[in-house]
């Protein structure tokens, strides 16, 4: 039977096939078992969004790597926040707009060429010029001469900011185009970092393997993978690494990292799938972090659209503020890892920095009838409806929608008065806020840049600034800002700061919700785990058993 | 034969270019990748534009699909916006997953035919009846259910196997996400060759064996399970390529850094260009076993004449 | 035997199932439509395939079992007070997880509803998209491998081309780029898009049994006699074609109603307000919200998967009386 023969034969080259097919994989078996020495910590990651280079890194996932593997002029004290010198030794000003830098001697890249002032400077200069297209230009927006390398369109002017010099090889001077107090204060951002003359000369390869000044060196990165890090000898800080290294794990699903941890397979990740909160105690025995961060959750308006404006509608704001359930939420859907919020920053700044426990007042306390009052004084929600818009690929973020849409039905006796809409990628989302297209609250969060209350107001609230997706302007609130940069004193920067804020609660462009914790889960070979208040694991200070 | 396959060659070239056609579009349209690169910051509208400029996006939509494919033809699948070439992702993510695939197929050929024969032989008696119904409720349940229970039961609450898989996805990692990437498969081959297997039984030529007096075994054997199985052998071909595609749900399930999770990836933050170069081999991949599953089934089955 | 190849093609398990009943029929024609052993008995009556096919189908307990359990879906969906009391929509999020309590018998879900009320409510849900989207399927599918089949030449070859474009895409990637470009999903966007890749399957089968039954000693003989293009359609080949697509389109039913499921886990599926065992299932499985409550979980994934199994044991039963080789 001729047929017959042919389907033997076929089955077979199925069954080769498929050995052939099998054995590759046998070969490249050496990276899972064999990345986890004994020394070294393995965590938690997901792919960064852009390559990690200081100046185009914006999210927490590249952070983390820069976090280890870079150490700018100034650093944040990973338990209180404050800015301390790390490569600087001195940044001084007489009138809040013109600095000296001067830096410490004896700091190395890891590829051992010294760290200098040039270092620094070039770095800034290549992070501000805009055919490099680095996603954190705007951080050097207050540098004078930034409008030449930074033209807001066409070719730049110059390849270098005027407002940037060096005097030696230790010290350069800075000049900003206008009075900013606490500049220096915002130097421990990673966009600051200095960059070694290899990353110049050999971009590419830079990238496949970046060079810094940090405790840690990359020792192998596969992109989209894992990333292997060493201790970095030539480190001069003194916050050196407790371990041999790190090595960071790709995952795309927050859970399937919690089961690797379970199951012991990782040592460290931070932020716990929602669903997985409720046990993450028992299951960890103990080994769990929940910890303030300078995360903050709002829900914002579209200031621009004319349903939402006037006096009234301010009345509806307000009510709807006081139709959410903060306390419940933040038990139920997030345990505890959400506090609810009473002003606009974090408690990470603590009350000397700015951060308050009742600025919002009664405005962020949950009260439905006055809710439903109030929203019935000023005219009810326009349509007889509002909507609440956020990604949902990332966070647990349809989760609490619901649970705040229940809670304005509920005290506003609707069943359709809120309705959720989840949009399912972050770049769709962020599409219709950039194009000023919302007709309904929206999902408005912030993750601090640097500990500071500017950090959490004028992106936000100032006419025109980056993040002000509301549309939000009001003279009163940008003059304040204005002052409080020009202060001569952090003190007084501070309080004009915190006017401002009051201003804008009156206003209530965007409802406070909440804080949001940092947490973290670590295995039992690992102890000393601990969150800066960026919420990244503090990874030099991790010992492994 | 020659004829045919040529033909059947110049056919497939219209229908690569409009299905990779309708990808570009439809990638293009979720909007503009730009935006989340600036995360919760708006984008600063000089430093857009550059990246725009260099990733093509300011062109034309017919443009960019020209610039692309030409650029495909020189072995050029572009650069992911992370920076990292997209060839060398495909050279990462398409031998796990082509792993992942054949470890399902196995399980598919080991335990689908096996059932199916026994239950094909048996046809009524309870045997048949409870692998029936097993099969039955095996499609009805979906992949991401089973698939995250069993992650849970077995990977988590009793410790058989690692919950995930590792970058280096080794066989044996791979082997129970197989088994959850290969079930729904796996009951329509069991089922596939119980009908086959049931309605050869009946044949002249069966009967003609039987009356021959050969032994029993040698009659399912060499006559019966071997005609029986060419639908199976055509189904498997062609499910190759549906389970490369179709391993989305089960990469994300269990982190393996395969096609889907990739495409996933690539889907969320709008990374086009690895999107529209995965899914063009895919394409390939899909159009190439379609013809040869063609082939085959004429190889096979001698009634079945080519011009 | 035919110059031009069957529809065989790379449709996943239901188009392997046609190959199969392609290739019995083709046997069946060489061996001279012999009857099989168990061959009709010899007093019946003529009865056409239909009424056969019917006449079988009410003596097959699974398809009585079936068959009641779809009318018992649909009445839900229709009328879902008819057996719920409750408003899915109002939740109290103090009881979150609560396990069942009287009154309560499936317990409450991460935000204080009803279990119970919203796996009524979402039978809504999964049966119009099963429904509608077959019918969409079976239609657009049916009247393109038709015209393809029946016309044939340069008909034939466009639609043929387009129909592999779009069988090019696989389903679930497809819905994934798909789905994530539309803003607001309601019912009918997973609807319209199943129909826009799904179609292809059922062109493939349509075309196939159209030129099959085309090739039928009737229809040339129709032919011969000078019948109109229409009659010859309308009489002879659609009766003939029309079973293998209800088949392959009663099964297909189970698995767009899981397609919908798995969307909502990848995030792009059905959205709030509508209640949908889709997206219930998903919110217990992200995160493994399942542990802490298993409940909420297990009764929308049963209710779904009594569903599948219901419409799949149905499109079975429906195959076997209209395939008469197994009869």
């Keep these: 039977m001729r047929g017959a023969t042919r389907v033997t034969w076929s089955v077979g080259a199925v069954g080769a096939l498929a050995l052939v097919a099998a054995g590759c994989g046998g070969g490249g078996g050496t990276g899972g078992g064999g990345g986890s020495g004994s020394g070294v910590v393995r965590a938690f990651w997901t792919d960064p969004q852009n390559p990690i280079e200081p100046a185009n890194t914006n999210e927490v996932q590249g952070g983390k790597v820069l976090d280890m593997t870079f150490r700018g002029l100034k650093k944040y004290n990973p338990k209180t926040a404050e800015a301390e010198n790390a490569v600087a030794e001195s940044v001084d000003s007489d009138d809040q707009q013109n600095f000296t830098v001067k830096l410490k001697k004896g700091w190395k890249f890891s590829d051992g060429s010294a760290v200098t002032a040039h270092s620094f400077v070039d770095a800034w200069n290549y992070g501000a010029l805009v055919t490099n297209k680095q996603v954190n230009s705007y951080f050097f927006e207050y540098i004078e001469g930034y409008e030449d390398v930074h033209p807001e369109s066409g070719a730049p002017k110059a390849k270098t900011m005027s407002g940037l010099e060096v005097k030696d090889n230790r010290t350069f001077t800075v000049k900003l185009n206008q009075k900013f107090s606490l500049w220096p204060e915002t130097l421990g951002y990673a966009a600051y970092s200095p960059l070694p003359k290899s990353f110049f000369s050999d971009h590419d390869g830079w990238l496949e ?290 006017d401002a804020e009051k201003e804008i609660l009156k206003d209530l462009p965007a409802i406070p919700l909440w804080y949001q914790n940092g947490n973290a889960g670590y295995s039992d070979r690992v102890s000393d785990v601990r969150l800066n208040p960026f919420s990244v694991p503090v990874f030099t200070e991790i010992k492994v058993k | 034969m020659g004829r045919y396959v040529i033909r059947r060659l110049l056919q497939m070239i219209p229908v690569f270019i409009g299905t990779t056609l309708l990808i570009f579009v439809m990638v293009y349209a979720i909007g503009d990748p730009v935006n989340a690169m600036f995360g919760d910051r708006a984008p600063d509208p000089a430093t857009a534009a550059q990246l725009r400029e260099e990733f093509d996006l300011d062109k034309p939509l017919w443009l960019q699909y020209v610039l692309y494919m030409g650029k495909i033809f020189t072995g050029d699948f572009g650069t992911a916006f992370n920076g990292q070439p997209v060839i060398e992702l495909m050279a990462n993510a398409f031998p796990i997953t082509v792993r992942l695939a054949v470890i399902a197929i196995i399980f598919e050929i080991l335990i689908g035919i096996t059932l199916g024969v026994l239950t094909g032989l048996r046809r009524g008696r309870p045997i048949d009846t409870s692998v029936l119904v097993l099969t039955l409720v095996v499609i009805s349940v979906p992949t991401f259910v089973t698939g995250t229970l069993g992650q849970y039961l077995i990977g988590v609450k009793w410790g058989w196997i690692a919950p995930a898989v590792s970058p280096a996805a080794t066989v044996d990692e791979l082997l129970f996400p197989g088994l959850v990437l290969a079930l729904v498969s796996l009951a329509y081959v069991t089922r596939l060759t119980r009908t086959s297997i049931a309605e050869n039984g009946r044949a002249d030529y069966v009967r003609t064996a039987v009356a021959k007096g050969l032994p029993r075994r040698r009659v399912t054997v060499r006559h019966l399970l071997r005609n029986s199985l060419i639908p199976v052998v055509t189904f498997l071909g062609t499910d190759l390529g549906n389970l490369m595609a179709g391993a989305l749900v089960t990469e994300r399930i269990f982190n393996i850094q395969g096609v889907g999770f990739q495409l996933f990836q690539g889907i969320v933050r709008q990374n086009s260009p690895t999107v529209v170069g995965f899914v063009t081999i895919l394409v390939i991949v899909f159009i190439v076993a379609n013809l040869v599953v063609d082939l085959l089934y004429a190889v096979l089955d001698p009634r079945i004449r080519y011009a | 035997m035919t110059s031009e190849p069957p529809a065989v093609g790379a449709g996943g398990a239901m188009d392997a199932m046609n190959v199969m009943n392609a290739a019995s029929s083709e046997a069946r024609a060489a061996d001279g439509a012999s009857p099989g052993p168990e061959g009709p008995g010899p007093a019946r009556e003529v009865r056409s395939l239909w009424q056969d096919a019917w006449h079988d189908l009410r003596r097959n307990p699974i398809f009585v079992i079936a068959a009641l359990l779809i009318l018992f879906l649909v009445l839900i969906s229709l009328w879902p007070s008819l057996i719920a009391t409750r408003n899915p929509l109002s939740c109290q999020l103090g009881r979150s997880l609560e396990p069942a309590t009287a009154g309560h018998w499936f317990g409450f879900d991460t935000q204080g509803c009803d279990v119970y009320t919203k796996v009524v409510y979402g039978a809504r849900a999964s049966v119009t998209v099963g429904v509608c989207a077959t019918a969409g399927v079976a239609l657009v599918g049916s009247l393109l491998g038709g015209l393809a089949g029946f016309f044939g030449g340069v008909w034939d070859a466009l639609i043929s081309r387009v129909t592999d474009i779009f069988f090019g895409i696989p389903i679930m990637l497809g819905g994934l780029v798909f789905l994530s470009v539309t803003g607001n999903r309601s019912i009918w966007t997973v609807v319209s898009f199943i129909v826009l890749l799904g179609w292809p399957q059922i062109a493939r089968i349509a075309r196939g049994a159209v030129i099959t039954a085309k090739q039928n000693d009737y229809v040339l003989a129709a032919r011969a006699l000078g019948a109109s293009n229409t009659r010859m359609l309308v009489r002879h080949i659609l009766p003939n074609a029309v079973a293998p697509v209800i088949v392959t389109a009663t099964i297909a039913l189970g698995t767009y109603i899981a397609l919908e499921a798995t969307l909502s886990f990848l995030g792009v599926g059905l959205q709030p307000p509508t209640v949908s065992w889709g997206v219930d299932i998903s919110d217990a499985s992200q995160g493994m919200q399942f542990r802490n409550a298993p409940h909420i979980l297990v009764y929308p994934a049963a209710a779904l998967s009594l569903t599948v199994l219901a419409f799949i044991m149905l499109g079975d039963a429906v195959r076997d009386a209209l395939d008469p080789k197994l009869r």
């Design chain 1, 209 to 498: 393997k970046p060079v810094g000044n940090g405790p840690y060196k990359v020792d192998s990165y596969t992109r989209g993978q894992s990333m292997q890090l060493s201790k970095n000898d030539e480190y001069a800080g003194n916050d050196k690494p407790k371990n041999d290294g790190v090595e960071l794990r790709v995952y795309t699903d927050q859970n399937t990292g919690y089961t690797d941890l379970q199951a012991g397979n990782l040592d460290v990740v931070d932020e716990l799938p929602a669903g997985q909160l409720k046990n993450a105690k028992k299951d960890l025995d103990g080994r769990y972090i929940n910890q303030p961060a300078g995360i903050f959750q709002t829900v914002s308006f579209p200031e621009y659209d004319d349903a939402w404006k006037g006096k009234d509608k301010l009345k509806v704001r307000q009510g709807l503020s006081m139709a959410i359930d903060r306390e419940k939420v933040s038990s139920q859907i997030y345990h505890g890892t959400r506090e609810p919020a009473t002003d606009y920053t974090s408690p990470v700044l603590k009350k000397d920095g700015g951060y308050s426990t009742s600025l919002c007042g009664e405005i962020c306390t949950f009260q439905p009838k006055k809710a439903k009052k109030l929203i019935a004084e000023g005219g009810g929600l326009p349509g007889g409806t509002v909507t609440i818009t956020s990604n949902v690929d990332t966070g647990s973020h349809r989760q609490w929608m619901e649970a705040v849409c229940n809670s304005i039905n509920s005290a506003l006796d609707k069943d359709n008065a809120c309705r959720v809409n989840p949009v399912p990628t972050f770049s769709e989302f962020r599409k219709d806020i950039s194009a000023k297209k919302m007709d309904g609250l929206f999902r408005t969060g912030w993750q601090m840049d640097y500990p500071l209350i500017q950090n959490f107001l004028q992106p936000l609230f100032y006419t025109d600034a980056s993040s002000n997706d509301s549309g939000y302007s009001n003279e009163k609130v940008d003059k304040l800002m204005d002052e409080g940069n020009k202060a001569s004193g952090e003190k007084e920067a501070i309080s004009k700061f915190q």
